[in-house]
């Protein structure tokens, strides 16, 4: 019997598809984990591109005999399936956040249309009063294409440098401005937007509940009702129960559900709208102020109420985390398709309600914004079973929005607890976190029961979040030549954004101040 060369017995069969070694963590859920290191190249600076699997190429391979080759190929597909091992802190195992990462696009789409649809798009007509046609409408068209923007530029960093994964917003913080800079420019922006978003939905997740009974009780309702401070209540129990879903991934069906009630409720608040007649005193004019520096002010405060309708983007790093990425799989690439299809929807929404609930209602638009204006105008006119639906659906929308707001604050809460004890929070620990960032949140819009003022004050101190930072991160990270068009670029929409954070800041403190913190969300007659 003639042997077989021995090359032709060595034999592995091809990998199929090798995935980052993963961990069980404390929900269950299965995580990635680090091997501990990464593929180093000492001669990065020279070589144009290195990868893993560089000097594994057609030329390499060709006087190799079939056996050897198959090996070789082999390797290849491996390497470019771990090649690209991150280093993760195995804290993030029992972390909120990080704890589960099989995400995907859909769940991409599903979050960022939960984050970027919400009630701050009720009141972009209460803007545009201010604003008028011509500067409502450059503002919103700038504002929503600068966010866009910033977006690309938070999902190409999140992983900028090979081997390691910005996780969260604050992370990615402290690699562009450094340790104790990042922590002080971002930690106070992204924990205010998250705790200040939970407390507005809360109002009005609490005020639509109390008028979508009174619509659907009618003169039926008992003599003695809820109080708007026990609606509060009510609205608070129901997201602290919906809060004990224990990671980010674990809300994806949270986040559809807010998604769809948005864009339904969102859609049915302008249709209504134009399909009514309008009040037959209405004006387009900007509202007049009597001095010059309230009219300024006001204009502000308009223009910060724009910026706080984009208000998701502490959340994008985050969102982006709770998926696998390989060398070959880099988690950017799902995460910009969700993101495409979600902002084509959120602007589909945005643009409608803004330039149709101010057609129909004009400058006597309420400070509410659009359920304030169809309950005052057409209480009588629109179907009270209709009515009564496009209030539920805002307060779905509103459960749905609190969990993926409060989720960062979570986080926090139980990063500071296992960097303490060095292991995972219990789940008695977890809930009681949660149950008290809930009941913060709860006394803290029982004390400053308002909403547009607040609204304008949010998008003030928070705009670098959406508009300065990415840009300076940007050039800090990614080294662009220097006064090339990119390195100008992203250095003056880093600056605009931060004068016009001063500006609208400005202009919500006045508008607070000059309202005496006495505005509601709702002012039913």
């Known amino acids: 019997m003639e042997e077989r060369p021995e090359t032709e017995l060595i034999s592995i069969p091809a990998t199929p598809r090798a995935s980052t070694p993963e961990i069980l963590t404390p929900s269950g859920q299965r995580s990635p984990r680090g091997g501990g290191g990464h593929t180093s190249t000492g001669a990065s600076k020279d070589a144009k591109s290195w990868t893993p699997t560089s000097f594994i190429s057609p030329r390499f391979l060709s006087p190799i005999g079939t056996p050897m080759k198959r090996v070789l190929v082999n390797m290849k597909g491996y390497l470019e399936e771990v090649g690209h091992l991150t280093k993760l802190n195995p804290q993030d195992a029992w972390l909120p956040i990080t704890e589960s990462r099989n995400g995907n696009a859909h769940y991409a789409a599903f979050h960022n249309l939960n984050a970027g649809i919400g009630f701050q798009a009720l009141v972009l007509p209460v803007a545009f009063s201010f604003l008028g046609w011509s500067w409502g409408i450059i503002s919103l068209t700038i504002a929503y294409f600068w966010q866009l923007y910033t977006l690309w530029i938070l999902v190409q960093l999140h992983e900028a440098v090979p081997g390691k994964r910005y996780n969260r917003y604050v992370e990615l913080a402290q690699a562009a401005f450094g340790e104790r800079l990042g922590v002080w420019l971002a930690l106070f922006p992204t924990v205010y937007l998250s705790a200040g978003t939970a407390t507005a939905l809360i109002l009005v997740g609490g005020e639509t509940m109390k008028l979508f ?254 508009f300065a930072y990415p840009c300076f991160m940007w050039v800090l990270i990614k080294k662009p030549t220097k006064y090339s068009f990119n390195w100008y670029f992203n250095w003056i929409l880093g600056w605009l954004g931060v004068a016009f954070s001063l500006a609208f800041s400005i202009g919500g403190i006045w508008s607070m101040v000059t309202n005496g913190l006495k505005l509601r969300f709702f002012k039913p007659n």
């Not at 708007?228 to 129990?237: D, G, P």
């Not at 004390?447 to 705009?463: D, E, H, K, R, Y």
């Open 213 to 466: 009974f009174q619509i659907v009780c009618g003169p039926l309702c008992s003599s003695n009702p809820l109080t708007t401070v026990e609606w509060y209540l009510v609205f608070t129990s129901l997201c602290i129960v919906l809060s004990q879903l224990p990671n980010l991934n674990s809300i994806a069906g949270l986040s559809l559900v807010g998604a769809v009630t948005a864009i339904t409720y969102a859609t049915m608040a302008w249709v209504l709208s134009v399909s009514q007649p309008r009040p037959p005193s209405i004006s387009y004019e900007p509202i007049s102020l009597p001095s010059y520096s309230a009219s300024l002010f006001s204009v502000l405060n308009a223009m910060g109420i724009i910026a706080f309708t984009f208000r998701g983007h502490n959340l994008v790093l985050e969102i982006q985390s709770t998926m696998p990425s390989t060398f070959k799989h880099p988690a950017h690439v799902p995460m910009w398709k969700g993101a495409k299809v979600a902002y084509f929807f959120i602007a589909l929404c945005l643009f409608p309600i803004a330039i149709g609930g101010f057609w129909a209602y004009g400058s006597l638009m309420p400070s509410g914004g659009m359920l304030s204006a169809l309950y005052a105008f057409h209480i009588h006119d629109i179907p009270r079973g209709l009515l009564a639906m496009t209030f539920l659906l805002v307060v779905f929308n509103c459960l749905s929005s609190f969990q993926i707001y409060s989720m960062p604050a979570f986080d926090s809460f139980e990063a500071g607890y296992t960097s303490r004890t060095n292991k995972p929070c219990s789940i008695w620990v977890r809930s009681g976190f949660r149950i008290f960032f809930g009941f913060v949140s709860f006394f803290i819009g029982v004390a400053l029961p308002f909403l547009s003022s607040l609204a304008g004050l949010l998008g003030g101190l928070t705009l670098p979040v959406t």
